[in-house]
Each structure stands twice: as structure tokens, then as C-alpha cells.
């Protein structure tokens, strides 16, 4: 089936620095969509994109839908300690009603 | 609360045994999806259903899997003859629409000794 790659696989930041992770697929998608598991938890949404081009932000959090429906992006601005968690793409590929995975970005901030 | 649960949270099994798991949506929601989490990786899809009917199970590794949802609310994902590969954390979430935004519940962590 269709895969996600998502990169970086880890982050070590400094509390107050922007960070930005991104997401790439082989087929278009039609969705895509941007989870934070923190331990023992399950994923937990923070963005949803549903049009090509869609840009959208929830905070201090900015995740873009790209123009080739094939890319997604996930900013986020002035980290804090609490943003220390795993980080998932997720979309549903064109024609498809199953959610396909990337296998996350792990952030760790220093305060 | 209102958000998905599931159980039990943990479950040890020897292999070999059969083992059921619990997903109770949020009220009201239609589709339900459940995930296995290995170590490391994201959620990997097994079955959506949509209502009482499973909408699409290809993601069912094999036919010691298999899920129910008979009155299109509480669903079981039932694994027969349990493998030290199945050890994971079983995902369920639930979503108001198909294709709408899902909401995972806390998961089921299975160990096959």
C-alpha cells in the first residue's frame, strides 16, 4: 500500500526555537492530518488539511496540505517543554477510506 | 467521559490463546477504526467499519484476526491462537463521519508471552 515518509524521525530543540517536519507520499492523498502521542496515550489531532494548497493553524501550530496532494508540512513556532511528544502524519490515500501512518517525528525540548 | 475508551489497558496472554479487545466510541459516532502500534512505528490500519458492516478490512494481517461491531456501536477485535508478533498496542478510534476527523482512545497494550 501506499506509504508515508515522514522526517525527521527525531528533533532535539531548545525551548523558544521554531521547528518544522514534513511528510511525503508516492500517491496523492485526499486528507492529511497531524497527531501528537505523548507516552501510554493514544494520538491526539492537531491539524486537519482537506484541499490541495489548504494552509491552517491552530495556535502556534501551522500545517500546510501540498499543491501535489503528495506533501504535507507541520511548523511549529517558539517551542515549550509541553510539545515534547511524537509527532504523526496521517492521511487517507485517494479512493480509500483507510488512515495511513507515517512512523512520527520525536521531539524533544530543552527547556 | 466522552472520548473513546478502551480495555482492558493491558493484557497478558501466553501464546497460543484467544483474546478479545473493547473499543466503546463516542456516542454517536458512526465509523469506528482500530490500529496496531508496534514500538517505534505509527498506527497501522486493520478494519473501519461504518456503522454495523465492516467497510474495509484489508488491513487484517491474517484470519486470526477478525472484529465485530453488531449493533454499530461497541466493537471487539478478536485474535485467535495468539503469535509473540501480535505483542502491540491496539488503537481505537472513532469519527462522527466517514472520513471525519478520528478520535483515538487510550489503546489496549497486548504482550504474547
Known amino acids: 500500500g501506499q506509504q508515508l515518509n515522514q522526517s525527521p524521525q527525531s528533533m532535539f530543540i531548545q525551548e523558544g526555537e521554531d521547528v518544522s517536519m514534513n511528510c511525503t507520499s508516492s500517491?496523492?492523498?485526499?486528507?492529511w492530518l497531524w497527531y501528537k502521542q505523548d507516552p501510554g496515550e493514544g494520538p491526539v489531532l492537531l491539524i486537519a488539511l482537506y484541499k490541495a494548497g489548504e494552509l491552517t493553524s491552530n495556535g502556534r501550530l501551522t500545517a500546510q496540505f501540498g499543491i501535489t496532494r503528495k506533501d504535507s508540512f507541520l511548523n511549529i513556532s517558539a517551542s515549550i517543554p509541553s510539545d515534547v511528544g511524537i509527532y504523526f502524519c496521517a492521511g487517507n490515500p485517494y479512493n480509500n477510506n483507510d488512515m495511513r501512518f507515517g512512523a512520527g517525528t520525536r521531539l524533544t525540548v530543552k527547556p | 467521559g466522552a472520548g473513546v475508551s478502551q480495555t482492558p489497558s493491558n493484557k497478558v496472554t501466553e501464546k497460543g490463546k484467544y483474546v478479545e479487545l473493547r473499543c466503546d466510541p463516542i456516542?454517536?459516532?458512526?465509523?469506528l477504526y482500530w490500529y496496531r502500534q508496534s514500538l517505534g512505528q505509527g498506527p497501522e490500519f486493520l478494519i473501519y467499519f461504518q456503522g454495523t458492516g465492516a467497510a474495509d478490512d484489508s488491513g487484517l494481517p491474517n484470519d486470526r484476526f477478525f472484529a465485530v461491531r453488531p449493533e454499530g456501536s461497541v466493537s471487539t477485535l478478536k485474535i485467535q491462537r495468539t503469535e509473540r508478533g501480535d505483542s502491540a498496542v491496539y488503537l481505537c478510534?472513532?469519527?462522527?463521519?466517514?472520513?471525519?476527523?478520528?478520535?483515538f482512545g487510550p489503546g489496549t497494550r497486548l504482550t504474547v508471552l
Open positions: 500517491s496523492i492523498f485526499n486528507t
Open positions: 456516542s454517536g459516532h458512526t465509523a
Open positions: 478510534a472513532s469519527s462522527a463521519q466517514d472520513l471525519g476527523e478520528q478520535f
